[in-house]
């Protein structure tokens, strides 16, 4: 069965450094998703991207995070200049033309800032 | 703003009983509306979906959605200790993002 896959698993940074994170969505999807859940709350939309550009933003989103398409199977996320509070799993979803409305979830990448 | 409320728990349900979840949203023209169940440290995974008003049922789940009380819920028939984990209720925004409630903490005792 097709999945979302997200790399790496974990990451740990230092504040203020950039990091990337990855996701291969499921292949003939057309619509991608970011999430984040800080620990112990609740999962937070952030963008969602369809067509080689940003549908839907969240506040949190700001300029500090970035999203990109590189080529026709990734789908990834930066942190400029991370922050502690930036500490959370971050999920990628996908979705299919046909079926907009059911998001399969990756395993999500747990990012923690020292 | 879109919420959706739900009660955090932790809900606690003796092994083979139903558990009952529900969740309430502000939004009065949603229309879409998810329960997923997430394990800790794990991503959500989609038990189900419903549009419309009623019941859907798939195998021991039954989804229920009542618009003009603006309610969503979740009954989980023969409880069994692995269904033990927080279960997210979400909403589908205008732009396909997804709203959820915080979860309720489901503990399924044998």
């Known amino acids: 069965e097709p999945e979302v896959t997200q790399t790496p698993s974990h990451q740990v940074t230092q504040m203020g450094q950039e990091v990337i994170l990855r996701c291969v969505p499921i292949s003939n999807h057309l619509y991608f998703y970011w999430y984040r859940q800080i620990l112990g709350q609740k999962v937070e939309f952030l963008v969602s991207f369809y067509n080689n550009e940003i549908s839907e933003k969240s506040e949190i989103f700001d300029d500090q995070f970035s999203v990109e398409r590189p080529d026709g199977s990734n789908f990834t996320l930066k942190i400029r ?13 996908s979705s299919d033309l046909g079926e ?14 020292l | 703003q879109k919420e959706v409320e739900q009660n955090s728990g932790p809900l606690s349900v003796p092994e083979g009983a139903i558990a009952s979840l529900n969740c ?5 023209v949603s229309q879409s509306f ?11 995974e989609l038990i189900m979906s419903i549009y419309s008003n009623g019941d859907k049922e798939d195998g021991r789940f039954t989804a229920q959605l009542n618009k003009a ?5 979740l009954l ?14 979400a909403e589908l925004g205008s732009n396909y993002q997804l709203i959820w409630g915080a979860g309720t903490k489901l503990i399924i005792k044998p």
């Open chain 2, 34 to 44: 998810f329960w997923y169940r997430q394990y800790s440290g794990k991503s959500p």
């Open chain 1, 100 to 113: 907009t409305d059911t998001q399969y979830f990756g395993p999500g990448t747990r990012l923690t800032v």
């Open chain 2, 69 to 73: 009380s603006q309610y969503v819920s």
């Open chain 2, 76 to 89: 989980i028939r023969d409880s069994q200790p692995s269904d033990s984990a927080t279960y997210l209720c």
């Open chain 1, 81 to 93: 200049s991370t922050k502690l509070e930036d500490s959370a799993m971050y999920f990628c979803a």
């Open chain 2, 24 to 28: 309430t949203y502000s939004d009065r």
